[in-house]
């Protein structure tokens, strides 16, 4: 939630701003603090986390039991609502009622009713504690194949922090390995090949720490040069950071030499910026790589309505941004996202309501505009699939789908969206299409859930009319497949493009990695 008339900081770090979820909180010493959660209750023993030598800063990792209210799936595997809510548990020791499906913003919880976790509502469910809340983060491409299916799973990531001050933040980068199956997932695959005595094992973390002056509005790893990194910081300030020997020696630790790491130890310029953009006049939200082949560019937006292009002939030197700003938007630009086949095109979304598409071989303004919400359009995807589908979330909680090749410039304004949902209950923080699934796209807002659609999913009216429990499942479209709870003010979530259903989330107390029990090209 939020006050009306807030500014665009606090709409997104939170209107009393960001909360402090570290075991050091309030303490002058500073304390690195990267935990892994156990969902499950199981024990597990304090593992060391491998950390660069360079850093001060210690990392450790233990395991709590996760006391966060999750999902529940629902009894009838039939029903289009499995796995999408915690249940409603009474708590008696005599009379145990049957679960029933808890339908948010729509339910309410008695005194003596609690939200029950089911671990078979997941593949995969793994929650991660960090020292300070972060806002934004990108999954990093790697090395290790696409379409990946065997557990467990390794990821990378890059995420920025929101530190209580500015001199207190930094972006880290993050190695998760023994990212094992839920327990409930592993008794229900008969042809698992994983051993019983494997199913406990510890997930560990391996991070390197890079210092960052000021909060960490949005961060971006660039998908042709994975250790490339740009960041948006609340000073205004946008910075390119060149991570390429912190993620090999991640990713490839036999493939750095003792003198390769003694030369980047004793190098003054390591870790920090290798570039610098001053030219927008005030913080923002919005910058995207762009992801076509050979294309090294980079868009940033900020709240007064300015666009500015990154150009550069390779990863190391020579770049150039645009002086001269794209603009055309009356309110903050939110959000940015590249064509994924056209080198020049991008599109932009705004606190203004308005959709715009660009080409950035004119400046004379866009080429297609149209009033996409009635409020602040605040996230905005285009599917790297099929490349004319568009989707855009706003503050008024709704998501809508668009087709390009039904927008022209005449009627532009008055165009109508493919789709068009309402289900939220606040304001849309992010919104993305699988990797691995043109009709799957994963949506989180506000009222802090995170929900998975199915868009090639219809209604089926002669169904619903001989479904005697259509009464209690209507407050859910049939597209939604699934709905993730347990986090506080979602702000960002991400598919991992080389593991097909895997999802990252974070919210203000950290992030969750989990794979729903649902088939999404999975």
């Known amino acids: 939630d939020r006050d009306d008339g807030s500014s665009r900081k606090s709409k997104r770090t939170g209107k009393d701003g960001p909360m402090v979820v570290s075991a050091s909180e309030g303490s002058g010493n500073e304390k690195d603090e990267l935990v892994f959660e156990d969902p499950f209750g199981d024990e597990f023993e304090e593992e060391d986390i491998e950390q660069d030598e360079n850093l001060h800063e210690d990392g ?6 996760d006391k966060l209210p999750t999902i529940q799936e629902e009894g009838d595997e039939d029903s289009n609502v499995v796995g999408k809510m915690g249940s409603k548990l009474i708590e008696d020791s005599e009379i145990k009622a049957p ?5 948010p913003g729509v339910d309410s919880l008695d005194k003596d009713e609690e939200l029950d976790f089911d671990p078979s509502a997941y593949v995969m469910y793994h929650s991660l504690r960090t020292e300070w809340p972060c806002l934004s983060f990108d999954i990093i491409k790697d090395t290790l194949g696409d379409n990946r299916q065997r557990f467990p799973l390794t990821m990378f990531m890059i995420t920025g922090s929101q530190a209580d001050r500015a001199d207190r933040n930094k972006i880290s980068l993050l190695k998760l390995s023994d990212l094992h199956k839920t327990q409930a997932a592993i008794d229900s695959d008969n ?41 948006m910081a609340d000073n205004g300030l946008v910075h390119l950071f060149d991570l390429t020997f912190n993620l090999r020696s991640m990713m490839s630790p036999a493939s750095i030499s003792l003198q390769d790491t003694h030369a980047h130890h004793n190098n003054n310029t390591a870790n920090k910026p290798i570039f610098t953009f001053n030219g927008h006049t005030t913080e923002g939200f919005a910058i995207d790589w762009s992801p076509v082949a050979g ?30 700003a794209f603009s055309g938007h009356s309110g903050s630009v939110e959000d940015l996202q590249w064509s994924p086949n056209e080198q020049t095109v991008f599109v932009s979304a705004s606190a203004d309501c308005s959709v715009k598409i660009w080409d950035t071989r004119g400046k004379n303004g866009s080429q297609l505009t149209w009033q996409a919400h009635s409020e602040d359009v605040n996230v905005i995807t285009w599917n790297k699939s099929v490349g004319y589908l568009l989707a855009s979330g706003s503050d008024d909680g709704s998501f809508k789908v668009w087709d390009l090749r039904a927008v022209s410039s005449s009627k532009a304004a008055s165009c109508l969206p493919l789709a068009y949902f ?18 799957v796209i994963s949506v989180s807002s506000a009222d802090n859930q995170v929900t998975v659609w199915d868009l090639s999913v219809e209604a089926d009216e002669d169904a619903a009319r001989r479904d005697t429990a259509v009464e209690e499942d209507s407050a859910f479209p049939p597209q939604l497949l699934f709905i993730h ?3 506080y003010n979602v702000k960002e979530i991400h598919f991992h493009p080389q593991i097909p259903g895997v999802i990252v989330s974070t919210a203000e107390d950290g992030f969750n990695v989990f794979k729903p029990a649902i088939s999404v090209s999975s």
Do not use: M
Not at 60 to 65: G, V
Not at 201 to 220: A, L, M, S
Not at 301 to 322: E, F, K, L, P, T
């Open 60 to 65: 450790e990792e233990n395991f709590e039991d």
């Open 99 to 103: 679960k029933q499906v808890w339908r």
């Open 191 to 231: 042809e698992s090949e994983e051993d019983d005595e494997d199913l406990d094992d510890d997930p560990t973390i391996e991070h390197v720490n890079i210092p960052h002056q000021g909060g960490v509005n949005r961060i971006r790893s660039c998908p042709h040069h994975p250790g490339l990194v740009a960041s």
């Open 295 to 324: 294309s090294l560019r980079l868009a940033t937006g900020d709240c007064n309505g300015r666009i500015h292009i990154w150009n550069a002939a390779d990863s190391s030197a020579n770049w150039s941004v645009d002086k001269t």
């Open 422 to 439: 309402t289900y939220h209950k606040g304001p849309i923080t992010s919104i993305e299409w699988a990797s691995h699934d043109e009709s």
């Open 485 to 487: 709870q347990g986090q």
